[in-house]
């Protein structure tokens, strides 16, 4: 049995049977990397799929379950937001897709079992963006308060609003346009993401939509891949869980594939792939794998790339930290805002924050 | 063996290098750190708790470090963090010990959710328990202090533990975190008031802790039936004292605010709140001077335990 450190949350999840042989001390080590990684409650539910948890030491077990009680408490809350949402934008009378975290929360994904949420995610019509944020604003969520250059990071470049506060609540409601930052060059067609939308079923959550499996498997892959990968390791066991659920379906591989070419979003999707087949063993199509990655190409030096995601998908804990994992995580930032925006734009936000400070 | 137990560079590098590990309310931490600021506070503050023989099965790695190489040399600067995580923003270095404690505050009150985790002292005087609760500077360390001084048993200075299966409250006996007047007021009460460094400039002022006594920690796993809260408000022109009864519902709402996970909990807290409020007389007190409330709290208890 492989013992490496910076393994053992990823393998645990992979495969829980291998817990009955930990140690009390390696149980501890296990709950703090999950606990770094934000999983500890979807360690919780793959060890009990597996019977597991009886082998727990019982101040991990404790821990498991606080996570486990944390994360149910979390699924009521998201839902409760979504209906408020939902209300508040009823007369504009157009699509409220839900994404992400909340959206896995509302139509009962797998990846939502043992998930906690940050925020809730939403997507609408571009057309109807500044209408739908004079009503979320009269219904409670007030825009956070950033400076003017932020204000127009997001307004102008990014492919949400600023992050929105409930007054009372405190919840975080993030509004989307799109999946991708326009600055990008990459523009997938958020009408047609919107389009293919599909209603929940759940007849109190009636009105809300999440998007078509294979446009969810690739919005959380260019969520991921093309982004900080702070917390990393959670959103690829989302997308292990998510190619877990979707990849048994009719259909499904052919229509990822032709989705993820038609919006430009080969090698983020094939990154997807191949990452949680390295970290979790997760069963995908050979086809589709193959059609990606003709259509993806050759990245620029493979090695380094490879290298990277290594070190950026583990659990950001000291235990899992190598020398190099400063360095790794600073480029994965840097890589990030390269893919994300035009090269003179990137110097401009760059040089700003630079000299400015702030969060992006 | 307790921290006192240690010879002290002994004890130095045993911080430094594998760290120490102590209890921590409902959870073992193990507390690393190269900064003598610590290794006194721990000294001082912690020397009789006992130190944990397996540093590998703590609950919760904490750290105290320079958060650079830069700024280990140019205005120090020290960062906690918890498994690799920083809570918090890095303060100037003199102000270590007084991290380690808000960082500890923040360690129980986001983590300990089989607990209700409510902001209140808690001490006990035969087999009863009080639990003070109150805005920050309405003089409830202060009041801790004054009763811990009077041979209450210390429970807590900060956080009131309420075990969601029992309703009991569950000890954690770390220091008394005074501030700016109150040390002075502390360090009146006479040389047993083991008062230890103050850090001035702290963003609440100039600080410092009392020490737990040592039949407090050595009573750290025995937990109290909760029987009186009593809401303090110290006013310097407050005399005489006003002490008045709090009906249970209204004490029941204002205490939600004074919980640190009341929402995450939901209907587990309501229930172990209503049964808190249930248990408990509660008192609203404004005094002007702690010799005036003190002999008051004093008599509540002698009446009510006969």
């Not at chain 1, 296990?30 to 999983?39: F, S, W």
């Not at chain 1, 009886?54 to 937001?81: G, M, Q, Y």
């Not at chain 2, 202060?142 to 009991?168: I, K, M, P, Q």
């Amino acid at each position: 049995m492989s013992l490496i450190a910076s393994r053992l949350l990823a393998d645990t999840l992979t495969d829980p049977k291998r817990s009955a042989e930990y140690s009390p001390a390696r149980w501890s080590q296990l709950i703090k990397q999950a606990r770094a990684a934000d999983l500890l409650g979807q360690l919780r539910a793959r060890l009990a799929t597996a019977n597991r948890l009886d082998a727990a030491s019982p101040a991990a077990r404790r821990h498991l379950d606080i996570a486990w009680e944390l994360s149910l408490r979390h699924r009521a809350a998201v839902r409760w937001e979504a209906i408020h949402v939902r209300d508040a934008l009823a007369d504009l009378g157009v699509p409220v897709v839900l994404l992400k975290g909340s959206a896995y929360c509302i139509a009962d994904s797998p990846a939502a079992i043992g998930r906690v949420f940050n925020d809730v995610d939403i997507l609408v019509p571009r057309r109807a963006l500044d209408a739908a944020e004079v009503r979320l604003i009269r219904a409670g969520w007030l825009p956070a308060r950033v400076n003017d250059y932020d204000q127009r990071y997001y307004r102008n470049w990014m492919h949400e609003l600023p992050p929105m506060e409930h007054k009372s609540r405190g919840t975080v409601l993030d509004v989307h346009h799109t999946i991708v930052p326009p600055t990008s060059g990459i523009v997938p067609d958020a009408a047609s993401l919107i389009d293919h939308a599909r209603p929940v079923a759940d007849p109190e959550l009636k009105g809300l939509s999440v998007l078509a499996p294979e446009d969810m498997v690739i919005h959380s892959a260019c969520h991921l891949f093309l982004g900080e990968f702070h917390k990393g390791l959670r959103d690829l066991f989302d997308l292990h869980v998510l190619f877990e659920d979707f990849g048994p379906r009719s259909g499904f591989w052919e229509r990822l594939v032709s989705r993820s070419i038609e919006a430009g979003l080969a090698r983020p999707v094939l990154d997807a792939m191949q990452q949680a087949r390295r970290l979790f063993n997760t069963r995908i199509d050979v086809n589709a794998q193959a059609l990606l990655e003709v259509r993806a190409g050759h990245p620029a030096l493979p090695g380094v790339r490879e290298w990277l995601f290594d070190q950026v998908l583990r659990p950001d804990h000291p235990l899992c930290r190598s020398a190099a994992t400063g360095t790794a995580r600073w480029l994965a930032y840097a890589r990030s805002h390269w893919l994300r925006m035009p090269l003179p734009l990137l110097v401009y936000h760059l040089g700003y924050k630079a000299t400015k400070g702030g969060a992006h | 063996m307790r921290v006192a137990d240690f010879p002290p560079d002994q004890f130095d590098r045993k911080l430094a290098d594998s760290g120490v590990p102590l209890r921590c309310g409902p959870f073992v931490v193990c507390i690393s750190s190269r900064l003598p600021h610590i290794a006194a506070g721990l000294r001082f503050h912690y020397a009789d708790f006992e130190v944990h023989a397996d540093p590998e099965a703590s609950d919760f790695d904490i750290r105290l470090e320079p958060p650079s190489v830069l700024r280990r040399l140019v205005r120090p600067q020290v960062n906690f963090t918890c498994d690799g995580r920083a809570p918090f923003r890095p303060l100037p270095i003199d102000q270590a010990f007084p991290m380690l404690e808000w960082g500890l505050n923040w360690v129980i009150s986001s983590h300990a959710h089989d607990h209700l985790v409510v902001h209140g002292a808690v001490l006990e005087r035969n087999g009863r328990a009080l639990i003070l609760a109150a805005d920050p500077g309405s003089g409830k360390s202060t009041l801790c202090a004054g009763l811990v001084h009077a041979g209450w048993r210390l429970l807590s200075d900060e956080l009131t533990l309420v075990n969601l299966d029992n309703g009991r409250l569950v000890p954690v006996a770390r220091p008394i975190s005074l501030k700016n007047e109150s040390i002075d007021v502390v360090r009146a009460l006479g040389p047993e008031a083991a008062v230890g460094a103050v850090c001035y400039g702290t963003g609440k002022g100039a600080v410092a802790h009392m020490r737990p006594p040592s039949e407090s920690v050595a009573r750290i796993s025995e937990a109290a039936v909760p029987a009186w809260i009593i809401f303090p408000k110290f006013a310097r022109t407050q005399t005489p004292p006003v002490v008045e009864e709090v009906g249970h519902a209204h004490a029941f709402m204002e205490l939600t605010r004074h919980c640190f996970n009341y929402a995450l909990l939901g209907g587990a807290a309501f229930g172990a709140l209503a049964g808190l409020v249930d248990r408990c007389r509660v008192l609203r007190a404004r005094y002007g001077h702690l010799d005036q409330i003190l002999p008051v709290i004093e008599q509540l208890a002698a009446e009510e335990t006969r």
